[in-house]
C-alpha cells in the first residue's frame, strides 16, 4: 500500500481550473488565482465567497481527474495583501508512521491467518499466501474511514 500523488494528474486539474476561472463571468475582475507549488497548492481571491467558488473549481477539477479530495489538506482562509484572501492546500504524499502503524493495527486487527504487515519506509507492505485474504484486507482498508488516499501496488495477478 503506498499513498501517492500523480503530480501530472495534479498539473492538469490545476490548469483546467485556471482556464475555466479564466473564462467564467463570475471571476472578472475578482484576481482569483491559483497557483501550484512543490506541495502545495495557493489559491488567491477579492473575497471569501470568490474563494469557496474557486477552490469548489478546484475540487470539481481534480475528482474529474480521478485524484481523490483526500489529497488535499485545505488550511484556514487567511487576509493577503491588498484586500485579498488565500488559502494553501498541502498535498499529501506518502504514509507517516502514526498512519502506517493505524494501518498494521487495522490488518492485525482482521485477524487473518498468514495474513501480515510491515512498514517500509512511507509504504506499508502486506503479504499472505491466499488472494483472496489479500483482497479481504483491501476491501477492508477501503471500507474504513481513512484520511489518506491509499494505493493498492505490486499486486500479483
Given at each position: 500500500?503506498?499513498?501517492?500523488?500523480?503530480?501530472?494528474?495534479?498539473?492538469?486539474?490545476?490548469?483546467?481550473?485556471?482556464?475555466?476561472?479564466?473564462?467564467?463571468?463570475?471571476?472578472?475582475?475578482?484576481?482569483?488565482?491559483?497557483?501550484?507549488?512543490?506541495?502545495?497548492?495557493?489559491?488567491?481571491?477579492?473575497?471569501?465567497?470568490?474563494?469557496?467558488?474557486?477552490?469548489?473549481?478546484?475540487?470539481?477539477?481534480?475528482?474529474?481527474?480521478?485524484?481523490?479530495?483526500?489529497?488535499?489538506?485545505?488550511?484556514r482562509v487567511e487576509e493577503a495583501a491588498?484586500?485579498?484572501?488565500?488559502?494553501?492546500?498541502?498535498?499529501?504524499?506518502?504514509?507517516?508512521?502514526?498512519?502506517?502503524?493505524?494501518?498494521?493495527?487495522?490488518?492485525?486487527?482482521?485477524?487473518?491467518?498468514?495474513?501480515?504487515?510491515?512498514?517500509?519506509?512511507?509504504?506499508?507492505?502486506?503479504?499472505?499466501?491466499?488472494?483472496?485474504?489479500?483482497?479481504?484486507?483491501?476491501?477492508?482498508?477501503?471500507?474504513?474511514e481513512i484520511e489518506l488516499p491509499l494505493?493498492?501496488?505490486?499486486?500479483?495477478?
Amino acid at each position: 500500500m503506498v499513498s501517492e500523488v500523480d503530480e501530472q494528474e495534479v498539473r492538469n486539474a490545476v490548469d483546467q481550473a485556471r482556464r475555466e476561472v479564466s473564462t467564467r463571468f463570475d471571476f472578472k475582475n475578482t484576481g482569483s488565482d491559483i497557483e501550484l507549488g512543490k506541495d502545495d497548492l495557493t489559491l488567491r481571491s477579492a473575497t471569501e465567497d470568490r474563494l469557496r467558488a474557486l477552490r469548489q473549481v478546484v475540487e470539481e477539477k481534480f475528482v474529474r481527474r480521478k485524484l481523490s479530495l483526500k489529497v488535499l489538506d485545505w488550511g484556514r482562509v487567511e487576509e493577503a495583501a491588498g484586500q485579498t484572501v488565500r488559502q494553501v492546500a498541502q498535498l499529501r504524499a506518502g504514509i507517516s508512521t502514526d498512519a502506517a502503524r493505524d494501518l498494521n493495527k487495522r490488518i492485525k486487527s482482521l485477524g487473518l491467518k498468514g495474513v501480515s504487515s510491515q512498514t517500509q519506509g512511507d509504504s506499508v507492505r502486506v503479504t499472505g499466501k491466499k488472494r483472496d485474504d489479500l483482497q479481504t484486507v483491501i476491501a477492508a482498508l477501503r471500507e474504513a474511514e481513512i484520511e489518506l488516499p491509499l494505493q493498492f501496488k505490486n499486486f500479483r495477478d
